[in-house]
Every structure is written in C-alpha cells, then in structure tokens.
C-alpha cells in the first residue's frame, strides 16, 4: 500500500496538551504515514444555528479528513470521569454530516490524564460515544498514560518502556488494520 494518512483527533487544545504528544508519538511509532492533526477548534453544536446555516465549513472538512485517512487516532483527556467537551462536541458535529464518516474506519483510542488511572473512565465512556457510528475500534493493548505531564522527555518522547511498548504494540495493530 502507498503511504498511509493518519489522522490525529486531541481531546485538547492546550498548547503542551499530553494527549496532542501521545497522539505524535503514536504516529511516530505507527512508522511511515502522512499525520494530520484534526482542528477541533469547532462552535458548540446548536441544533437552531445548524437549522438556519447548515453543518460549518470547519466540521465537514473534519468529516472529510476522517473519511479520507485510513485510520484514526483519538486521544481523550479525562475531565470528570468522561472525555472532553471539545471532543464530544466534534463526535456530535461529524455525526450531522452527510455520509458516515467513521464507518469501518480503523480507530485506535487512547487517554492522557494527570490522575493515576491515565483517563481510563473517559476512554470508556468514550468507546461507548462511538458505537453509533459503527468504526472498528482497536480493542488493545490499552493506553492508559498516567501522570502524563511526567511521562515524555524534552523532545515529546515516551520515557516508560512499558507506555512506548504498548503503544508500538497498539500502533501495529492499527497498521495491519489499516491494511485490511
């Protein structure tokens, strides 16, 4: 296959955002692939202002980078034992457009978070946002990165062995899925 097109959705916007670092490690680690890092930078969803204006020109270009990519990586602070705002406002956007976007897309997620379980409740709750939208979620290896400010050197490399073993490992899976 030619190269692959990943595409990239942070659950934060944050400039030094751990989870927008997890995502370039994961494709750092997924090996040779054009990585696009999705704007999520999107207007709350109104269902009155999408009556009268139809779906924004920024939510249907992320509904076509996620049709276009061969595979999906979405990585999801947790903010009160969910995933982010800004992340599930996109999921609610995308699901207005026309077509079905996320439909057999192979998707890998995964969560950064301060706390000690690394965003593990936010990564459920977000598996379940993502039923409806039928893609093929990577079931494992999980990434749970705890203590994620801690957790990457000066350059935005993983240090723990364990995360970037795993992650290689989740990376591999999403490539031979990608090739499916």
């Not at 994961?26 to 969803?45: K, T």
């Not at 999801?76 to 034992?81: D, M, Q």
């Not at 057999?104 to 706390?115: I, Q």
């Not at 400010?149 to 240090?159: A, E, H, P, V």
Request: glycine share 8%.
């Amino acid at each position: 296959m030619a190269k692959y097109t990943v595409l990239g959705l942070s659950g934060s916007l944050r400039k030094a955002s751990t989870n927008t670092m997890l995502l370039r490690e994961a494709a750092r680690l997924f090996g040779d692939c054009e990585f696009e890092l999705a704007d999520l930078r999107l207007p709350l969803y109104d269902g009155d202002a999408e009556a009268a204006d139809g779906v924004p020109t920024a939510v249907q270009t992320l509904a076509d980078d996620i049709a276009a990519a061969d595979a999906v990586i979405i990585s999801t602070p947790e903010y009160n034992k969910g995933p982010s705002g800004v992340l599930k406002n996109a999921l609610d956007w995308v699901s207005r457009t026309k077509g079905r976007p996320w439909e057999g897309k192979p998707v890998a997620v995964m969560s950064a978070a301060a706390g000690r379980a690394g965003g593990e409740r936010a990564q459920m709750v977000l598996r379940g946002f993502m039923v409806p939208f039928r893609p093929v979620i990577l079931q494992g290896p999980e990434i749970h990165l705890a203590d994620s400010s801690n957790q990457f050197d000066s350059d935005g490399r993983l240090t723990g062995e364990i995360y970037v073993r795993e992650l290689s490992a989740l990376m591999q899976a999403l490539r031979a899925e990608a090739d499916r």
